[in-house]
């Protein structure tokens, strides 16, 4: 190599990420064989939700803080009503939690399938959407299509709409369904179990870039069921914390070529939420159905690359399918539909698995239940970090690749995350200098 081959900088850069929620873009920076800069660039304006909450009474977080994404309402209303309900000493159990989990279910199966077949999926099957991919496709995407239906179906029945569920209230629900208007749902759902079997078999079948990287993995950890709405933090290095704790965990910093905070572990560095966090951590948990269709599709009980994320998300579509079931089988209408709430000032901590990765809520409010302060860390901010470690790592082994290759590559790798760039950009520091 010539000192001059050696000494040549090369900048792989896409101003607009395409197939991701949101709007960043992607930097990467070489020198010769070395990586110098890999960047998840987040320019998106900051929306800030923690400030729009401030003097609102708790009765609205759960509307408004739904707002913050189409895609994973559910998440953020129910993370926000655990915080509330932790800050008055009320813990929701029995058939309301159960119906927590059950509209839960149907946000896991609606947002994870767009993002495998949507979103994801062209990547690896060479296309640069999926209305192209559609052309050589069509039964695919038909798959996909079904699956997110039944999963908008079960969202629109417990939630009252599809998008942005009018039902969910602190405490529990407004209203509950029947087991009568539940019937038809269940046995729609049974039904597109079969065809999230054949999902899980079609991703499975999909080619792999070599790639893994020993980083931390952080999920919720609940005995006796996979992690979905409630739990403690664990991760494969031994952290193990009550909601309360996480900020004691986990710090937050402002990096200047981003608009979302970065988060790390403290004294550790970065770590991964998510779909492959979740797995690795909890699969003995899973349905044995969601077990048999992983191993079929390659999977063992750890998985570490993350381009296999879209097998796990598959999996946890299967999962999801059968917890939902399952808890229709069991339901039985709880009367009266949410917990009774007596407001009282104090700090509350909530936290949940959203499809992306845990999503967690802190509330402090006052006597009258007035909402003093927000603070709101969504799995996107959590991973930019990893993101961006990954991208490094995977550059660093695909120096010699030809530019056009590389560049799909990386976007490919930020894609793994199913990034929600707009949930990350709320945040908001104001310092006020005055002479």
Known sequence: MSATD??????????????????????????????????????????????????????????????????????????????????????????????????????WIESHTLHVFMLHAPDFLGYESAIAMAQDHPQVVELGLALKKAGNEL??????????????????????????????????????????????????????????????????????????????????????????????????????????????????????AGPLARYNLNFERLSAPAQEAARAAGLGPECRNPFQSIVVRAVEVLYAFDEAVRLIDAYEPPDPPAFPLEPRAGTGHGWTEAPRGMLYHSYSLDEAGRILQAKIVPPTSQNQKSIEEDLFGLVSGMIDAPEDELQLRCEQAIRNYDPCISCATHFLQLNVERE
């Open 155 to 272: 969202i629109a029945l417990v939630g009252g709409r599809e998008v942005h569920p009018v039902n969910v209230r602190v405490g529990g629900f407004h209203r509950a369904p029947t087991k009568r208007e539940l019937a038809p749902l269940r046995e729609k759902l049974a039904r597109a179990r079969d065809a999230a079997r054949e999902a899980v078999a079609w991703t499975g079948k999909l080619p792999f870039p070599d790639f893994e990287r020993d980083v931390e993995l952080v999920s919720l950890s609940e005995p006796g069921e996979y992690p979905i709405d409630r739990g403690r933090v664990v991760s494969s290095r031994g952290l193990d914390i009550a909601p309360r704790e996480f900020s004691e965990a986990v710090e937050e910093e402002h990096v200047e070529h981003s608009n979302a905070l970065y988060a790390r572990i403290r004294g550790r560095g970065s770590y991964l």
């Open 6 to 107: 050696a000494e040549r900088t090369r900048t792989i850069r896409t101003d607009y990420l395409a197939r991701v929620e949101g709007e960043g873009a992607l930097h990467v920076r070489i020198r010769g064989r070395d990586v110098l800069e890999a960047r998840l660039e987040i320019f998106e304006p900051p929306r800030f939700f923690e400030a729009f909450l401030r003097g609102r009474s708790f009765e609205e977080v759960t509307d408004i803080t739904a707002r913050i994404c189409g895609i994973c309402p559910v998440a953020y209303q129910m993370s926000s009503a655990r915080a509330i309900e932790d800050a008055f000493g009320v813990e929701v159990d029995g058939p309301v939690r159960d119906l927590r989990r059950l509209i839960y279910c149907g946000e």
